[in-house]
């Protein structure tokens, strides 16, 4: 199977960075697209960033200039430079690889990981 496990949230004050990381495990034979997606208490969880595995990004309208997403294809990790955080960046966060195929075989699987909390504090 694959796992994707996030690392990196806390609780930081408004105006400060943070870096997210999320680790793909398992067995995996490539992965395409990775992204960031994360959801506010009472709110849809909507896409923050994404990255292909040639390195093309896509932003939310909401983080563009502050958020930064990359990745390590050797390490099949992708992580996410969050700058200027600000209050309403709140939320869990969670890594996502919609399109992943399993080693020694031809089986696409989409896996998300478990989520990992930010609070920015005004």
Not at 40 to 54: H, M, N
Not at 66 to 93: C, G, H
């Amino acid at each position: 199977q694959v796992q994707l496990v996030e690392s990196g949230g806390g609780l930081v004050q408004a105006g400060t960075s943070l870096r997210l990381s999320c680790a793909a495990s398992g067995s995996i034979f490539s992965i395409d697209a990775m992204g960031w997606y994360r959801q506010a208490p009472g709110k849809q969880r909507e896409l923050v960033a994404s990255i292909t595995s040639g390195g093309s990004t896509n932003y939310a309208d909401s983080v563009k200039g502050r958020f930064t997403i990359s990745r390590d294809n050797t390490k099949n990790t992708v992580y996410l430079q969050m700058n200027s955080l600000k209050p309403e960046d709140t939320a869990v966060y969670y890594c996502t690889a919609p399109s992943v195929v399993v080693a020694g075989t031809w089986v696409h699987v989409e896996v998300w990981g478990q989520g990992t909390l930010v609070t920015v504090s005004s």
